[in-house]
């Protein structure tokens, strides 16, 4: 089965850090762009961060923005997500997913999305910030 594959999450103290990985399940996958998403218990799954595969462009939603970085490994074939400042509110799980071209990464990062519109989705790894 062709998905995307997380990894990296754990329990983390308020201010801590975690680096979450993407990996493709086949080194051959295409797409457009990746972008990572979270959801919250009772919450819709959001969109996060987003990076386009053509120039490496990222995009990062507002509450985000600071705090994670999302870099690209060519060799791995991963893209990596660094979570800085860790707070109570980022508790979610974490998914990555391929973001197709007629959405776009600016239109990912806006907030919440359906998730229907993007494929590729992986198990996903919990992230706990708790004291």
């Known amino acids: 089965q062709v998905q995307f594959v997380e990894s990296g999450g754990g329990l983390v103290p308020p201010g801590g850090s975690l680096r979450l990985s993407c990996a493709p399940s086949?080194?051959?996958?295409?797409?457009?762009?990746i972008g990572w998403f979270r959801q919250a218990p009772g919450k819709e799954r959001e969109g996060l961060a987003c990076?386009?595969?053509?120039?490496?462009?990222?995009y990062y939603a507002d509450s985000v923005k600071g705090r994670f970085t999302l870099s690209r490994d060519n060799v791995k074939k991963t893209v990596n997500l660094q979570m800085d400042s860790l707070k109570f509110e980022d508790t979610a799980v974490y998914y990555c997913?391929?973001?197709?071209?007629?959405?776009?990464?600016?239109?990912?990062?806006?907030?919440?999305?359906?998730?229907?519109?993007?494929?590729?989705w992986g198990q996903g790894t919990q992230v706990t910030v708790s004291s």
């Open positions: 997913a391929r973001v197709h071209e007629r959405l776009g990464c600016a239109q990912t990062i806006r907030g919440p999305i359906a998730t229907w519109e993007y494929d590729y």
């Open positions: 086949t080194p051959t996958l295409d797409y457009y762009a």
């Open positions: 990076i386009r595969r053509s120039d490496g462009n990222l």
